[in-house]
Structures are given as structure tokens and as C-alpha cells.
């Protein structure tokens, strides 16, 4: 079950993305020190207006993952288009977060 997150309509205008988190992107969030969390979490909800922002990138043989980086910070996630809900996969450290678990 993923947790959601933001979702919030925006006045006229494009509708937003929702947000949702899986268990792995929650448990990545909790671990994060308290500065960096708010961060990290200000690039998660910014992904509500536009889940393609510059610096966004496709991962190479994943299918539909992408990835932006906060600092020392990687957030993994899918669009689901049709529905408009940004899945966030998972989020961690550079160094681990490729790793698979």
C-alpha cells in the first residue's frame, strides 16, 4: 500500500499530480537527517505541478523510472500519465540508492 501525498488541486489552470510513496520511499524518507528531509520533501511535492523537471532523468534499462537529485540525494520514481499520480519508488543516499535491496 503506498501513502499519499500532496494531491491538492491547484485553481484553474493544469491539474495537479497526486503523490504517492511506497513503503521503501518512506522508510528512505525516515532515515534522512532533518534539514536534508525538508528538501528532499520540497523536490517530492514539486513534482505534483511537474513531474518532468529540468534536471529529471530517465534510468537507462528501467522501465518508466526516473530520477532527481536533491544534494547527496537520489528520489526514484514513475508517472503514471492516465491516472496523474507520480509513484515516488524510493529515495536515499547516491551511493546506496542504485543498489538493488
Known amino acids: ?50 513531474p518532468h523537471p529540468p534536471g529529471s532523468q530517465k534510468i537507462r534499462g528501467e522501465d518508466g523510472l526516473y530520477r532527481i537529485r536533491s544534494g547527496d540525494f537520489r528520489i526514484l520514481y514513475q508517472v503514471e500519465e492516465g491516472e496523474r499520480v507520480v509513484l515516488v519508488v524510493d529515495v536515499g543516499n547516491r551511493r546506496d540508492i542504485y543498489r538493488p535491496s
Open 1 to 50: 500500500m503506498s501513502k499519499k501525498r500532496g494531491g491538492r488541486a491547484a485553481g484553474p489552470g493544469p491539474r495537479r499530480y497526486e503523490i504517492r510513496l511506497t513503503r521503501a520511499a518512506e522508510r528512505g524518507l525516515a532515515a534522512l537527517p532533518k534539514a536534508d528531509l525538508r528538501r528532499v520533501d520540497a523536490k517530492i511535492l514539486a513534482l505534483a505541478d511537474d
